[in-house]
């Protein structure tokens, strides 16, 4: 599957969940470690690939 950028409103969507919630999740240290090294800064309005694919990797999320 090829992963695209997006916002973390778009993929709390496709997660069934609101943006508040996903911020939550991603609050775990593991994961700003994480996503940190995969590029994203703290205000980053929009996710790179690499992002995506961690985060529907790790909370299961489909987005086809």
Not at 27 to 34: E, L, Y
Not at 45 to 57: D, E, G, H
């Amino acid at each position: 599957m090829k992963y695209k950028a997006m916002s973390y409103s778009e993929l709390a969507e496709h997660a069934g969940i609101n943006r508040r919630t996903l911020y939550r999740w991603l609050q775990d240290p593991m994961h700003r470690r994480k996503l940190r090294t995969l590029g994203v800064v703290p205000k980053a309005k929009a996710l790179p690939p690499a992002a995506v694919k961690y985060i529907c990797q790790s909370f299961e999320i489909d987005i086809e």
